[in-house]
Each structure stands twice: as structure tokens, then as C-alpha cells.
């Protein structure tokens, strides 16, 4: 058994074991994987996955961006270089490790309920929203939540199906389309789903490649 005498040695060896302890507690413990997306165009939304961030390249498909992360003390803005995937979708890479959420590719059927995940200026907000069909549309539509009407500044934000309590990314809100339907005029929002994104799951090639960890005083 080792035995140390002097303080400041002693000192020392516990400043060594608690440095990883508290890299191992950091904030992104706290799973915010809504991130916003700024490019010259202007912003949108996106959602950071296992697999690595994705977006639709809704106000620019090339070029420079800012990533803006939010984690358990404030937000941290990173910046990448946008990459595409193909159908549409987007993906860019992070010095650091962003929270992050897994993705389901299971297909939503009608009727089954969701929760839609965008963000504002007071933080990250919620609504639960049904899955919807129209023979005119092709693609995945749910209920326009009362609290995003009028509001085109939610392109990006995560759809998500909850299992068993966790959160699993299900596809990305791409629009808001209008339709005529017996009831009079209604309101939806389309959705970018499970039949696209999982081309993020092969871009990243070399994803057991082992990379020195980052670490940085904003991120500890």
C-alpha cells in the first residue's frame, strides 16, 4: 500500500484523480442536442446525434457555419464546415463532443404521437404532436402545434418518438404545408423522417477511429 507523508505530494495525487472525475461529470451529461445552425444565410435548427450532427441546409448547403450547442452552464458556439449526405440533409463536424440523442428508423404510423423539440429565445420548447396522412402528400405530416403557428423559424427542429422515457430522433421538421380537408383549411407540418436520415449513419466511415479527447476550460 502506498503511503504519503508529505502534503504536498498528497495534494498532488488528488488533484490528478479528481481532473478526470470532473471531465467525466461535465456538462455534456445533459443531453440538449438541439443546436442552432448559422451560416451567412442566416440560422436554423438542427439536432446532434450518435451519429453525428444533421440539418437542412435550409439557409445554406456549403461553406462556413456556427454551431451553437447549449449545455448545463450556457451555450458554446463552435466552428465547422458544412458536409453534405445527400437527399437533402446536412451534417458538420465539432471540435468537441456535442450532447447527443440515437435515432430510430422505425416508421411512424397514423395517429401514433410524437413530441417536437425547436428552440426560441427563451430556450428549448416542447409540443406533442399525432402523425398524420393526406393522399395527396407524400411523406410523414403531424399536427402544426398551436404555440409554432406563424412561425417559420423552427426549420431544423427535431421530431422525436419516446421509448421507455428516452428520447429517440426520429426526423427533422422541414416545412409547414396547408391543406384543404373536409374540416375547412388546416395547417401541418411535414417532416424529413427515417427514409433519409439514415444516410447519417454512413457518411461517418471511419467512426471507430479512436481521436485524442479535446479538453478546454469552457467545456470542463
Same mark, same amino acid.
Given at each position: 500500500?502506498?503511503?504519503?507523508?508529505?502534503?504536498?505530494?498528497?495534494?498532488?495525487?488528488?488533484?490528478?484523480?479528481?481532473?478526470?472525475?470532473?471531465?467525466?461529470?461535465?456538462?455534456?451529461?445533459?443531453?440538449?442536442?438541439?443546436v442552432v445552425v448559422r451560416s451567412?444565410?442566416?440560422?436554423?435548427? =438542427?439536432?446532434? $446525434?450518435?451519429? &453525428?450532427?444533421?440539418?437542412?441546409?435550409?439557409?445554406? *448547403?456549403?461553406?462556413?457555419?456556427? %454551431? !451553437?450547442?447549449?449545455?448545463?452552464?450556457?451555450?458554446?458556439?463552435?466552428?465547422?464546415?458544412?458536409?453534405?449526405?445527400?437527399?437533402?440533409?446536412?451534417?458538420?463536424?465539432?471540435?468537441?463532443?456535442?450532447?447527443?440523442?440515437?435515432?430510430?428508423?422505425?416508421?411512424?404510423?397514423?395517429?401514433?404521437?410524437?413530441?417536437?423539440?425547436?428552440?426560441?429565445?427563451?430556450?428549448?420548447?416542447?409540443?406533442?404532436?399525432?402523425?398524420?396522412?393526406?393522399?395527396?402528400?407524400?411523406?410523414?405530416?403531424?399536427?402544426?402545434?398551436?404555440?409554432?403557428?406563424?412561425? =417559420?423559424?423552427? $426549420?431544423?427542429? &427535431?421530431?422525436?418518438?419516446?421509448?421507455?422515457?428516452? *428520447?429517440?430522433?426520429?426526423?427533422? %421538421? !422541414?416545412?409547414?404545408?396547408?391543406?384543404?380537408?373536409?374540416?375547412?383549411?388546416?395547417?401541418?407540418?411535414?417532416?424529413?423522417?427515417?427514409?433519409?436520415?439514415?444516410?447519417?449513419?454512413?457518411?461517418?466511415?471511419?467512426?471507430?477511429?479512436?481521436?485524442?479527447?479535446?479538453?478546454?476550460?469552457?467545456?470542463?
Amino acid at each position: 500500500m502506498l503511503q504519503v507523508t508529505s502534503p504536498l505530494v498528497r495534494r498532488a495525487l488528488v488533484a490528478l484523480v479528481l481532473y478526470p472525475l470532473a471531465a467525466c461529470m461535465g456538462t455534456r451529461t445533459i443531453a440538449d442536442p438541439i443546436v442552432v445552425v448559422r451560416s451567412a444565410g442566416g440560422t436554423e435548427l =438542427g439536432v446532434s $446525434t450518435e451519429y &453525428g450532427l444533421i440539418f437542412l441546409g435550409h439557409t445554406a *448547403r456549403a461553406g462556413y457555419i456556427e %454551431v !451553437s450547442a447549449w449545455f448545463g452552464d450556457g451555450p458554446s458556439i463552435e466552428p465547422s464546415v458544412i458536409e453534405p449526405l445527400g437527399g437533402g440533409l446536412y451534417t458538420a463536424d465539432t471540435e468537441i463532443r456535442l450532447p447527443t440523442v440515437p435515432l430510430t428508423f422505425v416508421e411512424p404510423t397514423e395517429g401514433e404521437k410524437l413530441l417536437v423539440v425547436g428552440r426560441g429565445s427563451g430556450g428549448t420548447r416542447s409540443f406533442s404532436v399525432r402523425v398524420r396522412s393526406d393522399p395527396r402528400v407524400y411523406g410523414i405530416l403531424v399536427d402544426l402545434p398551436r404555440g409554432l403557428r406563424g412561425r =417559420g423559424d423552427q $426549420t431544423g427542429a &427535431g421530431v422525436f418518438r419516446v421509448e421507455r422515457g428516452e *428520447r429517440k430522433l426520429l426526423g427533422l %421538421v !422541414s416545412g409547414i404545408l396547408r391543406l384543404q380537408t373536409d374540416r375547412g383549411q388546416r395547417e401541418f407540418m411535414t417532416v424529413v423522417g427515417p427514409q433519409d436520415l439514415w444516410r447519417l449513419t454512413t457518411h461517418r466511415r471511419d467512426r471507430e477511429r479512436v481521436q485524442a479527447p479535446v479538453y478546454r476550460p469552457d467545456i470542463l
